[in-house]
């Protein structure tokens, strides 16, 4: 079986896609698949021939029959699924919640590198991000310094995440039935709902579902600013959200209904809904990165 990260991330998401389905249904063809999970036809026939091999589905002509459910140990650990650039950025935000970083505040590239266990330009390449949005300054010998997260910087963020997320709402609506991005925002309301079910243990869970709905709703704008720009907003969105730890629950939940409001919006294609629901989202969205700054102003 291959070894790969592609291929460990692919499997665990496939069988995140067979637990949401029923026993007895057919997960659809290899095309569809490979779209879904954004890896290759080869990728995906391994994947499929690991599942035979342990009796998680049995291929019958063109079908692809579920025969149970994947148990917790048969996915690959977290560690094995994430690209140095995922290890990276989890290392960084986790280091900067622990350190309690304040304005003015020198970070040494070379310190980190060897503390995260990769290369320099692996932390360079990670930190220049960063730089572009005036969160980082680079220095002279592989230190940088952390110019600080205010709520002006907050508000900016916040109007350029709205306009770039209303243009690519719009654009989702267009899309014709038979675009995969439907099946994509079918699996994320499967998810939506079974996680709304479990809130009391699993509220923690939602940074990483709301990250993964937002990227599907940017994906369709097919403009490589806005899918770069999402990538750094996001983590920057979702380590706030850590920060502010105060009714997390409770905001966790009037979020994912606001998502299951807009991905209804999204399937009706009434465009001046689906915008109303995104300017709704938005609005929260803001109030909780504005008050995880910790600061009174009024929103």
């Not at 070379?110 to 320099?120: I, K, W």
């Not at 609506?173 to 079974?194: G, M, Y």
């Not at 629901?277 to 938005?282: G, L, P, S, V």
Request: with cysteine; proline share 2%.
């Amino acid at each position: 079986m291959k070894t790969n990260t592609i291929f460990k991330r692919a499997y665990n998401l496939c069988l995140h896609i067979i637990a949401t389905h029923a026993i007895g249904d057919d997960i659809g063809p290899e095309t569809a698949l490979a779209e879904s999970l954004d890896v290759s036809r080869t990728t995906i026939r391994s994947i499929l021939d690991a599942l035979m091999e342990i009796g998680i589905i049995a291929v019958n002509g063109r079908q692809k029959v579920i025969l149970r459910h994947p148990i917790d140990n048969e996915y690959y650990p977290d560690f094995e699924t994430e690209s140095v650039g995922a290890m990276v950025e989890k290392k960084f935000m986790e280091w900067t919640l622990r350190g309690d970083y304040k304005a003015g505040q020198q970070i040494n590239g070379l310190d980190l590198a060897r503390q995260f266990g990769v290369s320099p330009s692996a932390i360079r390449e990670y930190l220049n991000r960063f730089s572009h949005f005036g969160l980082l300054q680079r220095r002279p010998n592989s230190s940088w310094v952390f110019l600080g997260f205010n709520r002006d910087f907050a508000k900016e963020l916040c109007e350029v995440r709205e306009m770039f997320e209303l243009r690519s709402a719009r654009k989702f609506c267009e899309l014709p039935s038979d675009n995969p991005a439907w099946r994509k925002l079918d699996l994320v309301e499967r998810q939506h709902i079974s996680l709304l079910s479990e809130m009391d243990h699993r509220y923690s869970d939602f940074s990483d579902l709301d990250e993964k709905f937002h990227r599907l709703i940017y994906s369709v704008s097919y403009n490589r600013f806005i899918e770069n720009f999402h990538t750094t907003m996001s983590i920057i969105f979702h380590y706030h959200y850590l920060w502010n730890k105060i009714d997390e629950k409770e905001r966790n939940i009037v979020a994912i209904q606001e998502h299951l409001t807009y991905i209804a919006a999204l399937r009706s294609g009434d465009q001046d809904a689906c915008l109303n629901a995104a300017r709704a989202h938005m609005r929260s969205v803001r109030a909780t990165m504005l008050n995880s700054i910790g600061a009174n102003e009024t929103v």
